[in-house]
């Protein structure tokens, strides 16, 4: 019997040592080029500055012009402002509460949009890979073209001001306001915005 129990307790070290091994090699599988897929850098991911952040130049000229040297929405822009924004996200733990992988189980898809596919990763703003934890509120992968860029600055200023029993904390301090009440987003403010408006969209999904 005795020896049945050094068993039971040795297999279990087994298991999780086996999962402790898996979980590193799977999340280094998906680093770099994978299985001869294409891999794109940040430069080729801002080829083409998406409709979004032009839009934010022309909403906010000034304080865009602040934050990018320029009013002009150039691809060095809108690289810097994706890199940023990966960088806040990481930052600011926004993967704690959000995933960005759309599971092929339980009707996901019909909620959150297609499936994930492992191409999507191969790109430097996907690595390493912001699967995130836990889901307190929804996957992020398909978030592009979902909402307008002025529902993210209300969204961000205050959850609440557009999901009435939303548990998302508020990112104001990003935002300042002029005297008469307008909004003046910040460089972070508009680096978000152009990250998670980024997310699954042409360049985002492949
Ligand atoms: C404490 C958990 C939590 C944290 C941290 C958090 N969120 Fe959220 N988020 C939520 C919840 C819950 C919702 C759903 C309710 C809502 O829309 O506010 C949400 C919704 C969103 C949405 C809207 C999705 C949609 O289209 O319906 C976006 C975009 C978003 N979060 C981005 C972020 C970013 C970026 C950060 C980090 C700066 C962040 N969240 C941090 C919980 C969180």
């Known amino acids: 019997m005795e020896r049945f129990y050094t068993f039971l307790f040795v297999a ?25 897929m294409e891999y794109k ?20 000229p000034q304080d865009f012009a602040q934050a990018f040297g320029s009013a002009e929405p150039t691809a ?5 402002a994706l890199q940023r924004g990966r960088d806040l996200y990481v930052g600011q733990a926004c993967w704690h509460c959000h995933s960005q992988y759309v599971r092929p189980v339980a009707n ?9 596919v492992a191409q999507e990763y191969q790109n430097a703003l996907a690595q390493p890979h912001l699967w995130g934890t836990r889901r307190v509120g929804p996957d992020l992968s398909r978030e592009h073209g979902k909402r307008t860029n002025d529902w993210h600055v209300a969204h961000f200023i205050n959850p609440k001001n557009v999901v009435a029993n939303s548990v998302m904390p508020r990112y104001d301090f990003y935002f300042s306001f002029d005297a ?12 978000l915005i152009t990250y998670v408006q980024w997310l699954g969209s042409e360049s985002g999904r492949r």
């Open 76 to 80: 060095a822009a809108f690289a810097e």
């Open 180 to 191: 008469d009440g307008r909004v003046r987003p910040s460089k972070d403010a508009l680096s």
């Open 12 to 36: 279990g070290l087994g298991c999780f040592a086996i999962a402790f091994v898996l979980s590193m090699i799977f999340p280094w599988m998906s680093l770099g080029s994978y299985h001869g």
């Open 108 to 116: 996901e898809d019909l909620r959150f949009g297609p499936v994930s």
């Open 41 to 60: 850098t940040l430069e080729d991911l801002a080829a083409r500055p998406s409709v979004e952040f032009v839009e934010l130049s022309k909403s906010y």
